[in-house]
């Protein structure tokens, strides 16, 4: 699952009130957002592969919409935020009802080690002044050559293929969790929280699923 988020932010310096009142509020949504993630992980927890896919279709296009809504409604952006967060968790329910059958332990070490990584990366990204925006740029691509990657896994046999790709991808989302809370302190529309957070959150979700593979031995 290595869906990225394509808004844009302001790099505009802003004051430290209009930073701590949009850092309170993008984290509040991304807390929500994953909230409505865990409902739907919940209640999609016995659904086929099939619906999966519809769910991760539907995720896509209000991923869209939100990017559209943005700066016309911030209520609907919102609402199509929370969306977002459920169709996802809908869509992933089986992966993760699978690692809970095979190994409970897993998902939390996974969960806690997901929070740890982005507390300490978005930390450095937060706070550092050097200009993030080569290394997006390269973790973007570096993306797209993982994706490739795991397309010729599903073909190729390659001994230990997948810690390969879940080293990798932590690293990758390493650079865009940085650049993502970067734009947080640097963005000066408020309007554009609703689109932070989904960035942030699919940074959170995706690096959740790779710790998961390593913890739940994926060969």
């Known amino acids: 699952m290595t869906m990225t988020s394509t808004s844009t932010a302001a790099a505009t310096p ?15 949504l991304v807390a929500l957002t994953s909230a409505f993630f865990a409902l739907g992980a919940y209640v ?14 539907a995720a896509f296009a209000m991923l869209l919409g939100m990017n559209a809504a943005a700066r016309r409604s911030e209520q609907l952006a919102v609402g199509l935020l929370f969306g977002f ?35 300490g990366v978005g930390a450095a990204g937060y706070a550092t002044r050097r200009d993030l925006s080569a290394l997006a740029r390269a973790s973007f691509w570096a993306l797209v050559a993982l994706i490739v990657f795991g397309i010729v896994l599903v073909f190729v046999q390659i001994p230990g293929g997948a810690l390969i790709y879940a080293v990798a991808g932590l690293v990758i989302f390493a650079g865009l969790t940085a650049f993502d809370f970067q734009r947080l302190r640097r963005t ?11 960035s942030i ?19």
């Open 44 to 57: 999609g927890r016995d659904a086929s592969g099939g619906w999966a896919i519809l769910w991760y279709v």
């Open 188 to 198: 000066e529309d408020i309007r554009t929280a609703p689109l932070l957070a989904a």
């Open 14 to 28: 802003v004051s430290r009130e209009d930073t701590r009142r949009l850092f309170g509020q993008t984290m509040g």
């Open 201 to 219: 959150f699919l940074d959170v979700l995706n690096v959740f699923l790779l710790f998961l593979s390593i913890f739940g031995g994926d060969d």
């Open 85 to 119: 967060g459920l169709s996802l968790g809908l869509a992933v329910a089986p992966t993760i009802a699978n690692y809970v059958d095979a190994d409970p332990q897993a998902v939390w070490q996974a969960g806690g080690a997901t929070a740890l990584f982005i507390a």
